[in-house]
């Protein structure tokens, strides 16, 4: 006997999932859960459809115990796009790529295609975007103040408590705070 709509809502029913600014989405790990469930026999593989210069396109499939492909989903990642991706975008994608396929079987996806990884690490590139936005107004600022670098560096390395060579290697609170304070030097 085949798999039904009611397996697959009572799997979905026990997906926990993660609230991302009022809508609730299934991480990877409960897909991967409840596929094992419907399929215990079945085959999730993946393969890389690209990798070169940094990008990495993968392309997952999930199979029942008869070797029939049930869905496909792909995933594209690049290199140092965010901080897990400095080190394992292709592993990254992998998961991705699986999140997406298993969504087509309709596993975890009653609210939207896209697991909580996905919706996490597009809000942490939008983040990114502003954290690159403020290293640059920093920058601009203290060349306009005709700031000492190196003083304000370690001005920077005592206030954060860390060694901070560069404005690139601030973060987020960083960045503002510092901004903050070369306005408040220049106003005087």
Request: charged share 30%; aromatic share 6%; with cysteine.
């Amino acid at each position: 006997m085949g798999i039904t709509y009611e397996d697959i809502a009572r799997v979905n029913g026990e997906i926990k999932t993660i609230d991302i600014k009022g809508k609730e989405y299934a991480e990877v790990p409960q897909r991967v859960t409840a596929f094992r469930k419907l399929f215990p026999n079945g085959s999730l593989t993946s393969e890389i459809v690209y990798c070169e210069n940094g990008m990495v396109i993968v392309k997952a499939t999930a199979c029942d115990e008869d070797g029939r492909i049930l869905a496909t989903g792909h995933a594209y990642e690049k290199e140092g796009s965010t901080f897990i991706n400095k080190t394992s975008f292709i592993e990254n994608c992998e998961t991705s790529a699986w999140g997406r396929c298993l969504s087509a079987l309709n596993l975890g996806s009653d609210t939207s295609m896209a697991s909580a990884e996905e919706v996490l690490n597009a809000q942490k590139q939008q983040k990114k975007m502003s954290e690159d936005e403020l290293k640059a107004e920093l920058k601009q600022l203290l060349m306009e103040t005709e700031s000492d670098t190196t003083a304000f560096l370690a001005w920077c390395t005592k206030s954060f408590q860390r060694e901070i060579k560069a404005v690139d290697e601030m973060f987020e609170p960083e960045l503002k705070e510092a901004i903050k304070t070369v306005k408040r030097k220049e106003k005087k």
